[in-house]
């Protein structure tokens, strides 16, 4: 009998809602606030149904009997969009729309796209370079630098410098058999050995200049590549190509290539060295941080999904003590109706009196189910991030509202401790704190380094090879060749920077270690409330449904009293009445009290959020 009561209770209270919004007084036509093309189950935003029908809200004009104006509390309603909406849409629309919830999401991203980030520090880095240099070098020495003299002063000039001639040795050069260099050598004045005389221009001595002009081509490439645990190297490779002043002269041997390496390698039980120094922790700092925002996220889903469940569930709990007062009104008014027809017969005046106190009294009552319900509703829209317009009427929790969930302490701590968002966040701050700590300790260490690099390289002066894969068949036959090995050590006299960090990271590590004890008895506390919570609950709406049900017995019994013209007055109705009212608001209020101790225990447990992401 109960079930069919709240069942009817529900379907009452919408008829209700939809009176209050489409009715403008007794007078008026009814006239619905939405387009009268929405039909009566039609699907309106995100997925939620808008009650709109005219031929709907004209039948519960008719079963209700309710066709006041607008006013208090249920003229807010006027011109709003009214839906309904399930348990599972509004945790869904919550999700898709609340705004911490997004800022988490976004926040998660960042911290994966920082932890790729970090994570290219151990990928190679190719570097290439092309380049062009130009060089134009003139020497110092006055007579051969630049024409200074005219063909009048020649011979006296000459003269003058004939000492200097002399005193200047030549080498001869032969490559292949092909004279490369002729030097101008003088044995006298005027006598060239060579049988070339360059500085006859147009007839006369001038002085030439040793003036070269290079022009040297570049092409670099280089591989670097940081290897786990500190060590570090580095590949280099270089071909050069120098431009002849002359095109197709002796100067085309003019290809050269180099090719270096080097290797920077900690020592063990040193600075950077091992899975902690300087590089390698970065990575392993950005996992944990994005693991925390994972967690921080979840946190944020978790708790907006329990706000927005107990925010859907009080909506129920006003709708439900709403209609139950419209009930008690409605009841109210009919032994008002009574009352006045017997007056004089069986009843006083001052009877009448108290009835149509009772009926003000009910009246007001109404009002505030009416006022309850809607910032219920606004607080529930709130939570769904809609509109101002808009007024949620929750349907389809009939079931949910009878269901008993499956209860467990023992599996129920088990999940807390394995998936509550907030308890896992603080074992990531333990995670990182700790991590944080071996790195100070492995800063702390001597800072002692293997250092190596071997290069081979190919001089362009004076001579080159004449084509690419020449210079390149001979990378490893170089001109010059070196090597290096060396041991660097470095350390701040007293290395007290790094002491004082490591023993703040130890402090903050055993700090963290601190906080994951107190998250855990945290965590035991609230799961062990929300169960008790879950049983009182239970326990009490066994009792209230017992007390509704005798509450109900005897306002019947008093009826039939009082119709066989027995001695119970209309206030003894009444009385039996507001019983009726009163057990129907315990009944109301211990059936949502269950169902938010449950939500509880799940947000406790960290599941109320796995239904909607998963790591």
């Not at 270096?260 to 600075?271: G, R």
């Not at 994005?290 to 708790?303: E, L, M, P």
Request: proline share 3%.
């Amino acid at each position: 009998m109960f079930a069919n009561k709240l069942i009817l209770s529900q379907a009452a209270c919408l008829v209700l809602l939809a009176v209050s919004v489409c009715a403008r007084g007794a007078d008026n036509a009814v006239e619905a606030p939405l387009p009268a093309a929405k039909s009566f189950g039609a699907v309106g935003e995100a997925g939620m149904v808008v009650v709109a029908d005219e031929k709907a809200v004209a039948q519960a004009v008719l079963e209700a009997g309710a066709a006041a104006n607008l006013t208090g509390a249920a003229a807010f309603l006027q011109g709003k969009k009214i839906l309904t909406v399930t348990l599972g849409e509004a945790l869904r629309t919550a999700y898709d729309k609340n705004l911490q919830i997004r800022y988490g999401r976004k926040t998660y991203d960042i911290a994966d796209a920082d932890l790729a980030g970090t994570k290219s520090t151990f990928m190679p880095v190719l570097d290439f370079s092309l380049s062009e240099s130009y060089t134009d070098t003139y020497t110092r020495k006055e007579w051969i630098v630049r024409k200074r003299y005219s063909s009048e002063k020649l011979q006296s000039d000459f003269d003058n410098f004939e000492g200097a001639f002399n005193d200047v040795t030549y080498t001869r050069i032969v490559i292949d058999n092909q004279i490369v260099i002729t030097p101008e050598g003088y044995s006298g004045v005027g006598a060239a050995a060579s049988g070339i005389n360059p500085f006859v221009v147009e007839g006369g001595w001038d002085y030439a200049s040793y003036h070269t002009t290079t022009k040297y081509d570049n092409f670099g490439a280089s591989l670097s590549q940081q290897i786990p645990w500190g060590s570090f190297l580095g590949l280099g490779f270089s071909t050069g190509y120098r431009k002849p002043q002359i095109p197709d002269d002796f100067w085309q041997r003019c290809w050269v290539a180099n090719v270096s390496a080097n290797l920077t390698v900690p020592l063990p039980w040193c600075k950077d060295f091992g899975p902690f120094g300087a590089t390698d922790v970065m990575p392993k700092l950005a996992e944990i941080t994005k693991d925390s925002a994972y967690w921080q996220w979840r946190s944020g889903v978790n708790s907006n999904l329990l706000e927005t469940s107990s925010a859907y569930w009080e909506t129920v709990r006003a709708l439900h003590r709403l209609h139950a007062t419209s009930a008690n009104r409605r009841n109210v008014a009919t032994i008002a109706a009574k009352t006045a027809e017997l007056v004089g017969r069986r009843t006083t005046a001052y009877g009448k009196a108290q009835v149509d106190a009772e009926l003000a009294r009910v009246k007001l009552l109404e009002e505030q189910a009416w006022a309850a319900f809607l910032i219920a509703s606004n607080r529930l829209a709130a939570a769904l991030d809609a509109g101002g317009d808009t007024v949620f009427v929750p349907s389809g929790y009939d079931a949910l509202l009878r269901e008993k969930a499956t209860v467990d302490s023992v599996s129920s701590l088990a999940k807390a401790l394995e998936f509550n968002p907030d308890l896992m966040l603080v074992k990531e701050g333990e995670k990182y704190s700790q991590t944080w700590y071996k790195h100070n300790i492995n800063q702390a260490r001597p800072d002692l380094k293997l250092m190596t690099s071997l290069s081979y390289s190919q001089n362009p002066y004076p001579f080159g090879y004449a084509k690419f894969k020449d210079a390149m068949g001979a990378l490893f036959d170089p001109d010059t060749e070196s090597a290096y090995v060396g041991l660097q050590f470095e350390v701040p006299w007293g290395n007290n920077v790094a002491n004082e960090r490591e023993r703040q990271a130890k402090d903050g590590y055993e700090q963290a270690k601190n906080a994951v004890k107190l998250q855990k008895n945290a965590v035991r506390r609230n799961v062990n409330d929300a169960l008790a919570g879950v049983y009182s609950a239970r326990s009490r709406v066994d009792v209230a449904t017992t007390s509704r049900q005798l509450a109900a017995l005897a306002l019947e019994n008093a009826q039939k009293l009082m119709e066989a013209a027995s001695r119970v007055t209309e206030f003894e109705i009444i009385e039996k009445n507001n019983d009726v009212l009163q057990a129907d608001y315990e009944l109301i209020d211990a059936l949502i009290v269950e169902k938010k101790a449950v939500e509880q225990l799940r947000a406790a447990e960290g599941s109320l959020a796995g239904g909607f992401m998963e790591k």
